[in-house]
């Protein structure tokens, strides 16, 4: 290589980095703050996963003493007392509350407290949905049949994780009505389904048998 084409190759890498610095100088201050920002967010980040940890831990350690209360009233009251920190902790804590309602003998205000969960439009549908069916069996005793009938069909819809225990209530609804022929066609089709669980099976061959039934005919 010529001392000219040296000289030309050195004055060009001259003009690029003068060039480079120059752009440098006008815009860097915007790599500066998009790591500041990148920086910034990612603090933000762990900051609120810490609060959230935290909120769950002292909801946690509340519930927790809550139940330790050795009266069921007093276990009621505790619970209700508790702040929730988002609504699928409230969902939580509802269903503890209905079950403490329950337990003495408080089914009405139980089927009332699951009531409202599946009426609410804050938490997610499949919650709303396991809550409307327990209100459904809590009210066995304060709701007709028709009424109770009517809410289990709603969650017998395809894709509906409670369809079958839904058809299994729909069964005993039946046997309650008087109806022991539409309840074994119905205990029959659970037996059927390819999404029974070990469980449901056994109860529902236990009604078939108690009912007259063949279990070889499902």
């Known amino acids: 290589m ?3 084409d040296s000289f030309i190759d050195e004055v060009s ?3 690029r980095r003068d060039r480079l610095f120059r752009l440098m100088r006008r815009y860097g201050w915007i790599a500066v703050l998009a790591v500041l920002v990148l920086v910034a967010g990612a603090a933000w980040r762990e900051y609120r996963i810490a609060q959230d940890r935290s909120a769950s831990q002292a909801f946690g350690d509340a519930i927790l003493a809550a139940l330790e209360q050795t009266d069921s009233a007093d276990r009621v009251t505790a619970l209700q007392a508790i702040d929730p920190p988002k609504p699928e902790s409230a969902v939580v804590l509802d269903m503890l509350i209905a079950a403490e309602q329950a337990s003495e003998d408080a089914g009405d205000a139980a089927a009332q407290t699951l009531q409202d969960v599946a009426t609410s439009g804050e938490v ?16 066995q005793d304060s709701m007709d049949a028709d009424e109770r009938r009517i809410g289990f069909e709603a969650l ?8 079958l225990l839904a ?19 119905r205990l029959q089709a659970i037996l059927a389904d390819s999404e029974v669980t070990a469980g449901l099976r056994r109860r529902a061959s236990q009604l078939i048998v108690a009912l007259g ?6």
């Not at 997610?124 to 409307?132: C, L």
């Open 2 to 4: 010529s001392d000219t």
């Open 124 to 139: 997610p549908e499949i919650y709303r949905q396991i809550a409307s069916f327990k209100a459904l069996v809590q009210a």
């Open 167 to 185: 058809e299994e209530q729909l069964a005993l609804i039946e046997i309650e009505t008087g109806a022991p022929d539409a309840a074994l066609t």
């Open 213 to 218: 039934g063949s279990l070889g005919a499902a």
């Open 156 to 163: 017998t819809t395809p894709g509906n994780p409670l369809r």
């Open 13 to 15: 890498e001259e003009v």
